[in-house]
């Protein structure tokens, strides 16, 4: 199995949650001295049934702690609106997973298939699946990846950011001859809105 490029590298991964982090710190110390008539903070809520499992029927345990944005997706190679959601380990005991979606490209309510792959001009797939754990990686648009990812519906304003996607496929190893990982289920959130960086 060829290895493909993927856009997350471990590094950008490890720089994104890193940034996401900070930008969340700071909007959680800004939100803290609110003004009399700012509206009222967003809630953080999640609804997760996804379940990812090893090709011998383990269950991989992933990270909980949720890392979002809505923004320019890399400007200087993607440079498109997009909404980024992570939830990973801050330990680095679980892995972790992400999902990106152009915002101006996916239609909610649509089935994307897998192996995902970017409609001209895009540079990349308008809905993208990603996971790591303990150095493996797999992504949604690699050649070994089936089956689809729905995204009900999703946005982004100046309040919050919200997505619903539902999930019943295999997502394709990024490294040469590794194992698969397979993801079912749903997840459903509200986040407080957040640029990415």
């Known amino acids: 199995m060829r290895r493909t490029h993927h ?23 800004c939100n803290s001295h609110h003004k009399p008539n700012a509206p009222v903070p967003v809630a953080t809520v999640i609804a997760d049934s996804l379940v990812f499992t090893r090709p011998d029927s383990t269950v991989v345990q992933m990270g909980a ?5 809505c923004g320019l997706y890399d400007p200087g190679f993607v440079n498109e609106r997009a ?17 990106l979606i152009l915002t101006d490209r996916a239609q909610a309510g649509a089935t994307v298939t897998l192996p995902t792959a970017p ?21 949604s648009d690699t050649d070994g990846s089936t089956g689809t990812i729905t995204v009900h519906s999703f946005g982004c304003d100046a309040t919050s950011i919200r997505i619903y996607f539902s999930v019943d ?13 397979d993801v079912h289920g749903a997840f459903q959130a509200t986040f407080p809105a957040t640029s990415c960086p």
């Open 169 to 181: 496929a295999t997502l394709g190893s990024e490294l040469a001859g590794g194992p698969t990982m």
């Open 119 to 139: 409609i001209p001009p895009s540079k990349v797939p308008a809905v993208s699946m990603f996971a790591t754990a303990l150095g493996s990686e797999w992504s």
């Open 65 to 69: 702690t949720p890392l979002v944005c």
């Open 7 to 29: 856009p997350v590298t471990p590094r950008l991964w490890r720089g994104a949650v890193s940034a996401a982090m900070v930008a969340a710190t700071f909007v959680v110390a």
């Open 83 to 99: 909404m980024r959601i992570v939830l990973c380990d801050p330990a680095n005991q679980k892995a972790g997973w992400q999902i």
